[in-house]
């Protein structure tokens, strides 16, 4: 995305109205710290010489952010020198051991979305041990943490050996359970500021779990190519969050999306696009931005819906990105409705305590006629899964799928029964270091809904545990037409 000096100015003016905006439903957060997980990835030059990086990792690095001016309601735990440090295994521990370190201080934690605060927990699980360790001597491990000056951040912050919190921390995470880990560890955080809309959603569940049902904040929309907006009300349920733009961060047009086919037209004519001052009250748009950068008329693939008004500024709800799309014949599912589905059948998994950590998807053409295939990823409980219990999760998502869908699995038979696919624990994990590997920002990296890219079919592939088809077709009742739509490009 291209990018220009003065972006940074706008970035910082809309991170300025978080907490003023926080500030009026959390009183009090001037008086402690926020323990936010926040990573930089290494940088490349393109071919002409230009600086490609993460957008956050270009914010990071800025003088806005590295030589931001002292206010109490923003003080973090994580010294700077953690957050820049490239290495992203020293920067996770070094944050992890200063944000133990000021337990008492932390009145909020995060990260940018859900699912890189679920990997900060994952990671105590791991290295607990040794954090403790570390909290006892006053020091970080030098064979953990190498970089100098990240080492002598975290001494500053450890202020020599703290026997007591060391075996506080070793009680608490040697506890058979980690319900309510981050309320035990920081027993004064007020809420959970991670991004939980759009494809995030599913790690709610999850992150009640860790947090015994804290609150969920999800304070600001934002993409690589420009920063949208923010919540003005950021306590809300997850399922009512919605943004308001600021209109100066680009020239925002919105692109009506059809309730017939759910899509915006492939081809628009410039006349469809609605000005921001002009969208309608539950109408769905697609995003359209022209940017200081140089963008123009360029379609962000989110889909937004006007949710109501702040004076005459339009809330939008987040929809979905547009494209997540299995398809196999002339059947279209979409992100959201694959997680509707999903959401309903692992409630069969309930009665045997096992849980959903992550799942995705592949349209599977290998096969005659070609099938939906899902991965699982599952904490298990202490019953075993039976096997028919798996099918009845296969059909259950089949019977929450769209009727183009069933008509095509149960009439047409231009569809074969769905895979579920169980992989082992922390396959998805691996899928993200992989992606990272790639270049992907350990801070904007969302674990993808559904997978084409051969190489991470492959992994996914090589982990699997066991696997499971639809017993039988889902119903399909004639005359339910209404839906049908044509193959996505
Ligand atoms: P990236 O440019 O990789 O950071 O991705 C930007 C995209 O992330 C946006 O276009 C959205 O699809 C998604 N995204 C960012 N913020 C939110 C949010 N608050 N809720 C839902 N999705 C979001």
Redesign the pocket.
């Known amino acids: 995305m291209p990018t220009i000096q003065d972006e940074l100015g706008r970035r910082s003016l809309l991170y300025s109205l978080l907490m003023p905006v926080m500030n009026q439903f959390v009183p009090g957060l001037d008086k402690g710290k926020g323990m936010y997980f926040l990573f930089v990835k290494s940088e490349a030059r393109t071919p002409g010489g230009l600086l490609a990086r993460p ?1 956050l990792t270009s914010y990071y690095k800025s003088p806005h952010f590295v030589e931001r001016p002292h206010d109490p309601y923003t003080v973090y735990t994580s010294p700077n020198e953690a957050i820049l440090c490239p290495d992203s295994y020293q920067s996770m521990y070094a944050q992890l051991l200063c944000g133990l370190a000021q337990r008492e201080e932390v009145l909020r934690v995060g990260a940018v979305f859900a699912s890189g605060f679920i990997r900060a927990i994952r990671f105590l699980e791991k290295h607990w041990r040794a954090l403790c360790r570390d909290l006892l001597t006053g020091a970080a491990d030098p064979d953990t943490v190498t970089d100098p000056s990240v080492r002598s951040a975290v001494a500053g912050v450890l202020r020599g050996p703290d026997p007591e919190l060391a075996a506080l921390v070793e009680t608490e995470c040697g506890r058979g359970s980690w319900q309510g880990i981050i309320t035990r560890l920081w027993p004064n955080t007020k809420y959970i500021d991670v ?1 939980v ?2 494809t ?1 959603a599913q790690y709610i569940p999850t992150l009640d779990y860790y947090s015994g049902g804290l609150p969920l904040a ?1 304070t ?6 420009c920063y949208f907006g923010l919540n003005l009300e950021p306590m809300c349920k997850p399922s009512e969050v919605s ?1 308001t733009l600021i209109p100066t961060m680009a020239y925002f047009e919105f692109l009506p999306v059809h309730r017939s086919s759910g899509c915006a037209a492939d081809n628009p004519d410039p006349s469809d696009l609605v000005g921001l001052v002009d969208v309608k009250l539950g109408q769905e748009y697609e995003l359209v931005l022209t940017t200081y950068a140089g963008l123009y008329r360029y379609r ?3 889909v937004l819906r006007v949710a109501g008004f702040k004076n005459n500024a339009p809330r939008f709800n ?1 929809v979905c ?1 547009k494209n997540v799309a299995l398809s196999i014949d002339s059947d279209k599912t979409d992100e959201v409705e694959l997680h509707r589905a999903v959401e309903k059948a692992v409630g069969h998994l309930e009665p045997f305590g096992a849980t959903l950590v992550e799942y995705t998807s592949h349209a599977d053409t290998s096969t005659i006629p070609g099938h939906y295939v899902l991965y699982w990823e599952l904490r298990t409980g202490p019953t075993p899964v039976p096997p028919s219990v798996f099918e009845d999760c296969c059909l259950a998502v089949e019977e929450s799928l769209n009727s183009v869908y069933r008509q095509g699995r149960a009439v047409d038979k231009s569809i074969g029964p769905l895979e579920l696919r169980v992989v082992e624990e922390g396959t998805f994990d691996k899928l993200m270091d992989y992606a990272l590997s790639r270049g992907a920002s350990i801070n ?1 990296y969302k674990a993808p809904r559904c997978v084409k890219f051969e190489p991470m079919v492959e992994l996914l592939n090589s982990r699997v545990r066991c696997n499971f088809f639809s017993p039988k077709c889902p119903k399909w009742v004639p005359g339910h037409k209404q839906w049908s739509t044509t193959k996505s490009a």
């Open positions: 957008v991004i809309t759009g995030m999800c600001m929309y934002a993409s690589s190519e943004y962000v693939g989110d987040f990105r904007q």
